[in-house]
């Protein structure tokens, strides 16, 4: 990837979210991890890191266990996952994944968004060569002999390793996820970020105004209580972080 993802996908005022804001998104992702894989942490690794994310956020018990029945079917409340793909101005790609029980609404907000910034919605698929959904892993280097563990994340199917500013970024298919997780268990390492994420294949270089103008629409997106996530494939560039 050339990148560390976390400059990728760069978020602004995630801090400032309201805190049952917060709490829909992770246990969103918590009944998305049951319904993939059931409702045991110990073979879900999906779930796990969700949970871990509960804990860290301090998300009530009872929520958690709502969720939890949601995943296995006990409940539904109209609820579904839906995807939407488009280009913001100068052709910077950004992927929304969102979870809504009235898609008229959703669409509608997003649509709003991108055309008072320059942008416009795509079809679905149409974004298929510019993203790709993978396993991604980041944590501190800690006392890790690079090669070491480059070696040991290719044994298990890992393909791109990326070590800068004292952390590595694993990345590979979404299918290695839970070999990847066993082996850092092995290895005693509690990632500060894991899960399955929409990884640019391709990148855009843009100028100032059209980074801040992305950043501002992705915080827009993401205020919105149905949007999950939002991706983008903007090339980092170091002067961003001055703005």
Same mark, same amino acid.
């Given at each position: 990837?050339?990148?560390?993802?976390?400059?990728?996908?760069?978020?602004?005022?995630?801090?400032?979210?309201?805190?049952?804001?917060?709490?829909?998104?992770?246990?969103?992702?918590?009944?998305?991890?049951? /319904?993939? =894989? &059931?409702?045991?942490?110990? *073979?879900?690794? +999906?779930?796990? #890191?969700?949970?871990? $994310?509960?804990?860290?956020?301090?998300?009530?018990?009872?929520?958690?266990?709502?969720?939890?029945?949601?995943?296995?079917?006990?409940?539904?409340?109209?609820?579904?996952?839906?995807?939407?793909?488009?280009?913001?101005?100068?052709?910077?790609?950004?992927?929304?994944?969102?979870?809504?029980?009235?898609?008229?609404?959703?669409?509608?907000?997003?649509?709003?968004?991108?055309? /008072?910034? =320059? &942008?416009?919605?795509?079809? *679905?698929?149409? +974004?298929?060569? #510019?993203?790709?959904? $993978?396993?991604?892993?980041?944590?501190?280097?800690?006392?890790?002999?690079?090669?070491?563990?480059?070696?040991?994340?290719?044994?298990?199917?890992?393909?791109?390793?990326?070590?800068?500013?004292?952390?590595?970024?694993?990345?590979?298919?979404?299918?290695?996820?839970?070999?990847?997780?066993?082996?850092?268990?092995?290895?005693?390492?509690?990632?500060?970020?894991?899960?399955?994420?929409?990884?640019?294949?391709?990148?855009?270089?843009?100028?100032?105004?059209?980074?801040?103008?992305?950043?501002?629409?992705?915080?827009?997106?993401?205020?919105?209580?149905?949007?999950?996530?939002?991706?983008?494939?903007?090339?980092?560039?170091?002067?961003?972080?001055?703005?």
């Amino acid at each position: 990837m050339g990148r560390k993802w976390a400059n990728i996908v760069k978020k602004k005022g995630a801090a400032d979210k309201l805190k049952s804001q917060v709490y829909t998104k992770i246990l969103f992702e918590v009944t998305k991890a049951v /319904k993939q =894989g &059931g409702d045991d942490p110990s *073979t879900n690794f +999906l779930l796990k #890191v969700a949970l871990e $994310k509960c804990k860290k956020n301090n998300v009530p018990k009872d929520n958690i266990d709502r969720a939890i029945k949601k995943g296995l079917g006990g409940a539904d409340d109209g609820y579904e996952e839906i995807n939407y793909e488009g280009y913001g101005p100068n052709g910077v790609a950004l992927f929304i994944e969102a979870s809504t029980n009235n898609v008229t609404r959703t669409v509608a907000n997003v649509r709003v968004v991108f055309k /008072k910034n =320059g &942008g416009g919605l795509g079809t *679905t698929g149409s +974004l298929q060569f #510019v993203f790709n959904r $993978k396993a991604v892993f980041e944590f501190p280097q800690g006392e890790l002999d690079e090669d070491d563990f480059t070696m040991d994340m290719i044994d298990v199917g890992a393909e791109d390793i990326v070590l800068e500013d004292g952390f590595f970024t694993v990345t590979g298919p979404m299918e290695i996820f839970g070999d990847v997780s066993k082996k850092l268990e092995e290895l005693n390492i509690v990632p500060d970020e894991s899960g399955l994420e929409q990884v640019p294949l391709t990148f855009k270089e843009v100028d100032d105004e059209t980074y801040l103008t992305i950043m501002k629409m992705i915080d827009l997106l993401e205020a919105d209580e149905d949007i999950i996530k939002v991706y983008h494939n903007i090339e980092f560039d170091e002067r961003f972080a001055e703005l």
